[in-house]
């Protein structure tokens, strides 16, 4: 099952432009991707967008399922000590762009790495990514921070932003973090 971001229609609720998701054949799920089923191939899996994928740990076969759905950027937030194989290689060889920003969990969602991770997916705009740690907590993390701190973004935003995208555990966290005017 995939999890989506809906955006606010309230009249009275300005939308969020950023968390607006590509709504297309009648607001169907995004289920397949160049025939391919990424919800059957990862788990966990995240689809807050069309061109954005989050999900878990990847192995060989991921990284394929990835490559064979037009994925065209792998973000890897998981730092050397978590990975099985060597995943740039992998991720290279496929055809795909790589992206390696260690994120070992609460101690590294400093600003930095939040500005850094920006910068990847500024440089990447309008290509279509797959952003992953262990669970997708991480990058969902990442993403709320990023919301907040440098989009500007109100807490509830800035959380339901992190939510589409796998937090978790990090919640409270980020929340704390989001408090800190920056």
Sequence with gaps: MTQNTKAQTDSQTPIDVDNVQDNTADNQEITTDNGINLADALNPYFRPDQQT???GALDEAKVTALADAGVELIIN???DDEL????????KQAGMAYEHLPISGAKDLKQ???LAFDNILRQHHGKKIAMHCGSGNRAGAAIALRAGWLRGRKM????????SHGLTSLEEEVHNRLLVPR
């Design 112 to 114: 930095l790495n939040i």
């Design 156 to 163: 509830d935003t800035a959380m339901e932003r992190g939510y």
């Design 84 to 91: 099985a194989f060597d995943e740039a290689a992998a991720v």
């Design 77 to 79: 937030l998981q730092p």
């Design 53 to 55: 994928i989050v999900c």
